[in-house]
């Protein structure tokens, strides 16, 4: 997750992009996008040891994820964040779906999650 904030926008988010045109999901790399945002808003471990951060663009969207209560929030808070997911809106569907990765991260823990992401 180092340097996420760069790498993500300019290595995930237009193969995530791509693939929306072609009307395609591609689960594992949504699952990661909210694996990593789910690590942003909670930086520790599965012992509750604190994770450091290391990105330099991490703070403005940690400020943005830090009232969301539920996973839809923090996402729909972090795609107002341009300098990472531009401007152009992400279609309610793929966002459902992103939302419902970080709802199984959050309840059952990336173990579990990982599990149901190779069932489907």
Do not use: C, I
């Amino acid at each position: 997750a180092m340097d996420g904030t760069q790498k993500v926008a300019v290595r995930w988010l237009p193969a995530l992009r791509d693939a929306l045109a072609r009307q395609q999901a591609l689960p594992r790399l949504e699952w990661a996008l909210a694996a990593w945002l789910h690590y942003l808003k909670h930086p520790v471990n599965a012992q509750g040891q604190a994770l450091a951060v290391q990105d330099p663009g991490a703070a403005a969207l940690q400020a943005l994820l830090a009232d969301a209560q539920t996973p839809a929030e923090a996402l729909a808070a972090a795609l107002t964040h341009a300098p990472v997911f531009g401007s152009t809106p992400w279609p309610t569907e793929w966002q459902q779906r992103v939302a419902a990765h970080g709802e199984r991260l959050k309840t059952q823990g990336v173990l579990a999650s990982l599990a149901a992401l190779g069932a489907s």
